[in-house]
């Protein structure tokens, strides 16, 4: 298996500009997250999904920021009108019951967004 | 509310020493403390992972020790090497960790020096 596979691995965009980040997960995961890392906050959940729903959305900051999984393989982090404090990395995960060795959360190499 | 405090915030070890890292939870209900290892520019990956029932685990030079009484963990680096040199997080959970909120600490950055 290719691993949780993020897209685009770098984006530079202007302030107001819309975002789409992309997110794969391992076949056969049915819990996605998406996570936020900053210097400043470290890691943070914003919203995760089981079996393509949302179950939580308390972490994403705000309206501007929304997430779609339309099936299994597939969802999207979108941020409209972005803003230079969401400069970060966002990184995706995928688990599922009795994933490796401790139902671990298998992550993506991170999506490195710059909003200037 | 900070629900998992990790220190310190860096840590320089020379080689072959021994790596400590901390953290302390406030949730009771926390059931799954899983540590992950950031290597630059990669996303975390789980290292190694411990549950309330039992005060240590070991996979190598990796132990975790737990206190359930002090609400607290640990993670020892045995016979620390170079290519230990990552950002290690620890994190808590309930229901097992897959699902879930996953409450991460703030990180530590460990330098092994040679």
């Known amino acids: 298996d290719a691993g949780v596979i993020q897209s685009p691995r770098h984006e530079v965009t202007e302030m107001g500009q819309e975002v789409t980040l992309r997110c794969k997960p391992i076949s056969g995961h049915d819990y996605l997250f998406w996570y936020r890392q900053t210097m400043m906050r470290g890691l943070e959940l914003l919203i995760y999904f089981n079996n393509n729903v949302p179950i939580d959305d308390s972490g994403m900051p705000e309206d501007r920021f929304s997430a779609k999984m339309p099936n299994a393989s597939f969802s999207t982090l979108k941020i409209q009108p972005s803003e230079p404090r969401d400069s970060a990395v966002y990184f995706c995960a995928s688990s599922t019951w009795g994933s490796g060795a401790y139902n671990e959360q298998f992550f993506g190499p991170g999506t490195r967004l710059t909003v200037l | 509310q900070q629900q998992v405090k990790q220190s310190p915030q860096s840590l320089i070890v020379q080689k072959g020493g021994i790596s400590i890292i901390n953290c302390a939870y406030e949730n009771t209900a926390f059931d799954y403390f899983p540590w992950y290892q950031q290597f630059p520019g990669k996303g975390p990956a789980l290292l190694i992972a411990?549950?309330?029932?039992?005060s240590e685990k070991k996979e190598g030079r990796f132990t975790i020790s737990f206190n359930k009484s002090a609400k607290q963990f640990s993670l020892h680096i045995m016979d620390s090497q170079p290519g230990d040199s990552a950002t290690y997080f620890c994190?808590?959970?309930?229901?097992?960790?897959?699902?879930?909120?996953?409450?991460f600490g703030k990180g530590t950055k460990l330098s092994v020096k040679p």
């Open positions: 411990i549950r309330p029932d039992v």
């Open positions: 994190a808590a959970s309930k229901h097992g960790g897959s699902q879930g909120n996953l409450i």
